[in-house]
């Protein structure tokens, strides 16, 4: 197992959840109650409190990241936010190609690469998407599915890029529902990205990438899926909203 060769990444999507003034409450629950972990702690926040969420961090072992960004550097783009803004600010993560973001608003492979080589151009570390929805994952193209998402997301992308690059595999079919990949389910899908990498990269590059389970990974089943020799991080929705849910991800990350 190549794990001692990767660190462990959770990573919290607070999605279109939590004012501000809520953020900064929730954020003072989660600095004790990380404090110490034996892995990378993130939270990525909404834009309205991403300010908060940098200052209230500081000095604390949790980094910040945001939920989106723009692939032009500035311009006609009422509402969007760039790469420069967000590490203006000191934001360090940014998610590109999360499955709402592809269902909701028109997001393609082709944009998610856009917006994943913006990021890391502008120095911040990316955590892209890839997965596949229920009727893919019935017709049995999943692996094929992830396959394709994962090279187009990466076009561009140099070997050395790859060291800021973290891939979340988030099947869409267990996104919010309360359904989640098994364990088993997971490492298929995860080993089946390392393969890609190492195919466009090498092995060492392969081997270094941090690959998250990002389906509804909770504080019950969280111990089992980062068991797993290639799941390395977990990129938590819901219960990333409950600081004491947060935490024992965190907790099992650190012990797994």
């Known amino acids: 197992m190549d794990k001692q060769n990767r660190k462990a990444v959770i990573a919290g999507n607070w999605k279109m959840n939590k004012t501000a003034t ?17 892995c990378e702690v993130v939270i990525c926040t909404p834009y309205t409190t991403l300010v908060t969420a940098v200052e209230k961090c500081k000095g604390t072992n949790i980094h910040v990241g945001a939920e989106n960004v723009h692939f032009e550097k500035s311009g006609a783009f009422t509402g969007e936010i760039s ?15 999360h499955s709402e973001r592809r269902q909701y608003f028109a997001e393609t492979d082709e944009t998610v690469n856009k917006r994943t080589l913006a990021g890391l151009n502008a120095g911040l570390k990316v955590i892209v998407c890839v997965g596949e929805n229920l009727a893919q994952r019935e017709q049995g193209v999943t692996e094929e599915l992830v396959r394709l998402q994962t090279k187009i997301a990466l076009q561009g992308v ?13 099947p869409v079919w267990a996104i919010g529902t309360g359904r989640t990949a098994t364990a ?35 504080d019950g089943n969280a111990a089992e899926l980062l068991g797993k020799p290639d ?20 907790k099992a990350a650190t012990e797994g």
Request: contains cysteine.
């Open 22 to 38: 809520e953020g900064a409450a929730l954020i003072d629950e989660l600095i004790p109650a990380v404090a110490g972990a034996g």
């Open 83 to 97: 790469a420069d803004m967000l590490v203006d600010l000191g934001v360090e993560y940014v998610i590109t190609g």
């Open 158 to 170: 140099t070997a050395e890029q790859m060291a800021n690059v973290i891939i979340a595999y988030e």
């Open 184 to 218: 088993e389910q997971a490492q298929e899908v995860c080993a089946a990205i390392r393969k890609v990498v190492g195919e466009l990269y090498g092995e060492a590059v392969a081997k270094a990438t941090t690959i998250q389970y990002g389906g509804s990974m909770n």
């Open 231 to 250: 799941v390395d991080g977990g990129l938590i929705g819901g219960a990333a909203l409950k600081a004491d849910k947060f935490a024992a991800i965190v």
